[in-house]
């Protein structure tokens, strides 16, 4: 079935939605986006996405579209025409299309941003198989740009980060800089060591995950004890547990980094229990 998607003010079919050759979201990831999940037809902390946006624009001196302040509505409407119960919601912000190739931004007076949002039907979004079992992961070295906590499209590092992690016949990576951690491809990294959560410190060197500040204020009301971080592989091997959250995986538990298990080599009763109450309290404010 053809989904319906949207595309600079219009609603269509997606087959029917076209971008120019010369968008610079194409010629040169010169775009942002977001990915906000959707839970029983609701979306999941969808004022944190588009505060994230708003940044990663600014960040970027990439003007602010018009629909912006719509951006709810949108995603709504869309999560709605497309009968999405559980998956996501995909949002793409490009400095637009010049008309041109050109290194030189075009002017904003002239060219205004392209913006698409999609969804993406993932039945069962919250209760994969891989969040009771856990997930195994390789390190990689880090050889993304150094401005990691803007959101941009620039993915194919990340991807190829994902291929390596599928060769070695693992689910993912997570990537090291000068011996630390830094994050997973597509997700914030943890460890657990006793009532203490470890993940590293928010700098240019990775993307502030909206899942990251609600899961530290769901641990923190928890009792948990929160140390931001540097943290190398051999400390999260020896760790108690060690997990990693993104707005599509939520808490999701790793089990083994390079071969080697962590803790028992099953999820960690305090990742699961993240888990629990991130969900819960996300639904409650779901909109
Ligand atoms: N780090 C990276 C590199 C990511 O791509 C993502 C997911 N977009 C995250 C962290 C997690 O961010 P969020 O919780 O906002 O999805």
Redesign the pocket.
Known sequence: MSRTVYLNGEYLPEDEAKVSIFDRGFLMADAVYE?TSVLGGKLIDFAG?QQ?LERSLNELDIQKPDAFDDLLEIHRELVRVNGIEDGLVYLQVTRGSPGDRDFVFPDPATVKPTVVLFTQSMPGLATRPEARDGIKIISIEDQRWAR?DI?TVQLLY?SMGKMMAKKAGVHDAWMVQDGAVT??????AYIIRGNTIITRALSQD??H????AAVLRFAQEAQMLIEERDFTIEEAIGADEAFV????AFVMPVIEIDGSVIGDGVPGGRALRLREIYLEESLKAAV
Do not use: F, Y
């Open positions: 990915v996405h994230r990691r959101k990340p994050e997973g491809t597509s997700n914030n990775i993307l995950g909206i899942t990251r959250t993104s707005a599509s």
